[in-house]
């Protein structure tokens, strides 16, 4: 049975999950909800400066868009409160807009009648749990309701940390994440309460706070207190990285450090870790659905336990596929309560 999905904010990532997933019969996207108008949203989907024309054709019909077995109806809503998930049947809601980030906001969509919420970045009080694939999937509960997908930042930070953990142990790290423009930054230098957000994100680098390292923290609990980090936000619109520089409980050599990830994106966490030894950058990252390309060429030792690596991952597209991942663990658990 496909599980019956509503988005809420139809920005780069909501667009993305729709075009990874529009013609897999497990998922029927019942509705999309935004501010914006519905001719807008269907040129955005069907044309992204990004990704490229969608290769298939978004067709307008009313208050519906149409692509291959899709017809999603668009919804004008600017608030969680403002969306009837149960007369259109949406069982999870992916909250993409960005804004929403406290419970009791969230918990307006199960109020309108969705089933479960996943929201799209960390949450800034107490859910139910936040999920990393790969890491913490598998503790996922039938009594999880209003859960976080993270981010794609987590997500990559989370995975290098517990391989890295799980091989040798890991005493503490520093991450910096290396971070496309968003789309809350500027072209121009505009007023901010944020003065280093105030300055044009095409022609700075932009130092900003990463909520990454305490959202890993809290799911990898042997390293609280551990780790620490922060972004440098840059003039790409697309393609990040995590610069991570580790303290190992052993020395590793460089060649020691990349045969563990090339096993691991190999083995257990294929599909997640994906391996290059080739001299990529940014761009040749877009377009990759793994939660973080690990970066041989730029691995260094200092022989003493001390090491860096570099874990590339295109912030609106992989993290795209977790999130829709996530919503099909959420599929199964409703259904077999429902079964039941």
């Not at 890491?135 to 996922?140: F, G, P, S």
């Not at 953990?165 to 809350?184: C, I, L, N, P, Q």
Request: proline share 4%; with cysteine.
């Amino acid at each position: 049975m496909a599980i019956r999905l509503g988005i809420m904010g139809f920005g780069r990532l909501g667009r993305n999950m729709f075009r990874i997933a529009y013609d897999n019969p497990d998922f029927d996207f019942v509705a999309v909800s935004d501010v914006a108008d519905i001719e807008s949203l269907r040129y955005l989907l069907q044309y992204s400066t990004i990704e490229g024309r969608f290769a298939a054709e978004v067709k307008r019909e009313g208050s519906y868009l149409v692509v291959g077995p899709q017809r999603t109806r668009v919804l004008k809503g600017a608030h969680p409160r403002d969306i009837p998930w149960d007369v259109l049947g949406v069982d999870v809601v992916l909250e993409a807009t960005g804004q929403f980030r406290h419970r009791a906001e969230l918990q307006y969509h199960l109020d309108g009648g969705a089933k479960r919420v996943i929201l799209s970045t960390p949450a800034l009080d107490a859910i139910d749990r936040m999920v990393v694939n790969g890491v913490n999937d598998r503790e996922l509960t039938a009594a999880d309701r209003i859960i976080s997908g993270g981010s794609s930042s987590c997500h990559a930070l989370a995975l290098v940390l517990k391989i890295l953990h799980e091989k040798v142990g890991v005493r503490r790290a520093f991450m910096t994440t290396v971070h496309a423009y968003t789309s809350d930054q500027q072209l121009s230098d505009t007023a901010k309460p944020s003065l280093r957000w105030s300055r044009s994100a095409a022609q700075n680098i932009i130092p900003n706070h990463s909520w990454a390292p305490q959202a890993v923290a809290e799911i990898l609990p042997a390293l609280r207190g551990k780790i620490s980090g922060m972004a440098l936000n840059v003039p790409v619109p697309a393609g990040s990285n995590i610069d991570l520089v580790s303290e190992l409980e052993k020395p590793l050599s460089v060649d020691e450090v990349n045969t563990i990830f090339r096993e691991a994106a190999a083995g257990p966490y294929r599909g997640l870790v994906a391996y290059t030894d080739e001299p990529i950058v940014s761009s040749d990252v877009v377009g990759n659905s793994a939660s973080v390309l690990f970066d041989a060429q730029a691995t260094l030792s200092l022989g003493n336990g001390m090491i860096k690596t570099v874990g590339w991952y295109d912030n609106g597209w992989g993290f795209a596929y977790r999130m829709l991942e996530l919503a099909q663990l959420l599929g199964r658990t409703i259904e077999s309560q429902e079964v039941a």
